[in-house]
């Protein structure tokens, strides 16, 4: 069965660094999002990407993350200057042919920023 | 702002045993609700969505309700098992997608 995938599985970076976080979507999927895990809170939407654009994006997303899809079938994240804050863990998501689609979700990179 | 509750946050069961877990959401407005499990240091694992037209999903041993107008959701596991222990997420889905915290279930053999 098609999976969502992430690399890496665990990321330490040390403050102030740029981190690109990977995610390969399941290929026939249109809609990829991004959501975070703080360890012990809950899981909370970052981003949804849709047509080569953001459509839409939570207010955690500042101007210190992007997204990008440089190709067909990569999906990054990437946060400019890293803060300690920043530690979670980052799940990608993918849904088929619709935002209303059930979305899959990969196993999550754990960003450790020291 | 769309908040979502989940009751109990724990529940330990013994094996055989059928079970609840709820899940409540603020705004009606919403386009479906979909019901996860998160094991410890994973993923999340899609279990049921139910569109906000519909009032229930099943599958398997898992029977998923809805309804909007109240903010509720109930998530029945039949007949558990060790296996099924795991964190149970919700989520309901606008222009974003907003979690409740999980209910951690434990069923012992």
Not at chain 1, 37 to 51: A, C, D, M, P, R
Not at chain 2, 29 to 43: E, S, T, V
Not at chain 2, 47 to 65: H, K, P, Y
Request: aromatic share 10%; charged share 20%; glycine share 6%.
């Amino acid at each position: 069965e098609p999976e969502v995938t992430q690399t890496p599985s665990h990321q330490v970076t040390q403050m102030g660094q740029e981190v690109i976080l990977r995610c390969v979507p399941i290929s026939n999927h249109l809609y990829f999002y991004w959501y975070r895990q703080i360890l012990g809170q809950k899981v909370e939407f970052l981003v949804s990407f849709y047509n080569n654009e953001i459509s839409e994006k939570s207010e955690i997303f500042d101007d210190q993350f992007s997204v990008e899809r440089p190709d067909g079938s990569n999906f990054t994240l990437k946060i400019r200057s890293t803060k300690l804050e920043d530690s979670a863990m980052y799940f990608c998501a993918s849904s088929p042919s619709s935002g209303t689609d059930t979305q899959y979700f990969g196993p999550g990179t754990r960003l450790t920023v020291l | 702002k769309q908040e979502v509750t989940q009751i109990p946050a724990a529940l330990s069961v013994p094996e055989g045993e059928n079970l609840v877990l709820n899940c409540s959401f603020t705004d009606s407005a919403i386009y479906n609700l979909q019901w996860f499990r998160q094991d410890p240091g994973k993923g999340l694992t899609s279990l049921l969505l139910i569109q906000s037209s519909q009032r229930e999903q099943t599958s398997g041993r898992l029977n998923a309700s809805l309804d909007k107008s109240s903010g509720r959701s109930t998530l029945y596991i039949a007949a558990s098992q060790p296996g099924d222990s795991a964190t149970y997420l919700c989520a309901v889905r606008r222009n974003d997608m907003r979690f409740g915290a999980g209910t951690r279930l434990t069923v012992k053999p």
